[in-house]
């Protein structure tokens, strides 16, 4: 079966704009994860959805991130008023139901261009 | 507070010589770990995982790692280096009474011919 997929795999953008970033989890898994990694560094959670809700949102770093699950399936990401420190890759992760001990599969990114 | 600290963000090993790579953890309880595989523009892929089993953990591709509770270590082997090896390598544990990953910083593994 198909693993996790994002669209776009690049984006470059101008300060100031509104993007969306889209992850296609795998089909049946239950939670969906969302992570951001910066150059040199390893991936930062920023929010964990269990179905159609976020479960935990504790790592978006402001109130311009904001993350949706409609319909417990394909989770967009936006980022409204992007600011150059927003540049980085963003990771989808999901697994079969969220329990700790669960391989998180993941996705192989969008990167992310704030010009 | 769960944290994981990777020593060394870059090592360089021969074709066929033993790879090492460091991973210690800061955990008040019997943490869940797990060693993650990243190839160049792809996503991350599991290599392997302990979550309180045997102490001895082997996963894909020849390697394997152990959870020394004295130590506080899960240290990542592999007794023959492959060139198809050479990747970044990121150790991570599950914060406690969540669901996510915290994510060492990586060690860039180059593979010598």
Redesign the interface.
């Known amino acids: 079966g198909a ?2 997929s994002q669209t776009p795999s690049n984006k470059v953008t101008e300060k100031g704009k509104y993007v969306e970033l889209r992850c296609d989890p795998i089909s049946g898994h239950t ?1 969906l ?1 969302w ?1 951001r990694q910066s150059l ?6 920023l929010i ?1 959805f269990q179905g159609t809700g976020a ?2 949102d504790s ?1 978006l770093p402001n109130d311009r991130f904001f993350a949706v699950r409609p319909e417990g399936s394909v989770s967009t990401l936006k980022i409204q008023r992007t600011e150059r420190g927003d540049s980085a890759v963003y ?1 989808c ?1 999901s697994s079969v139901s ?4 669960e ?7 969008t990167r992310l261009l704030v010009l | 507070a769960q944290s994981v600290t990777q020593l060394g963000s870059h090592v360089s090993v021969s074709e066929g010589a033993l790879v090492l790579l460091r991973c210690n953890y800061s955990s008040s309880v019997p943490p869940y770990l797990f060693w993650y595989v990243q190839y160049p523009n792809q996503g991350l892929q599991l290599l392997l995982k302990y979550t309180s089993a045997a102490t001895l953990v082997k996963g894909i591709n020849g390697f394997e790692a152990e959870f020394k509770k004295s130590e506080t270590s899960f240290h990542l082997t592999k007794p023959s280096a492959h060139m198809s090896d050479a990747a970044e390598y990121f150790c991570a544990v599950i914060k406690r009474g969540t669901y996510k990953y915290i994510f060492g910083t990586g060690t860039r593994l180059k593979v010598l011919a």
């Open positions: 693993g996790v939670a994860y992570y040199g560094q390893g991936p930062e959670f964990y479960a935990d790592g990771l992760a969220g329990t700790r001990e391989t998180q599969y993941f996705g192989p990114g």
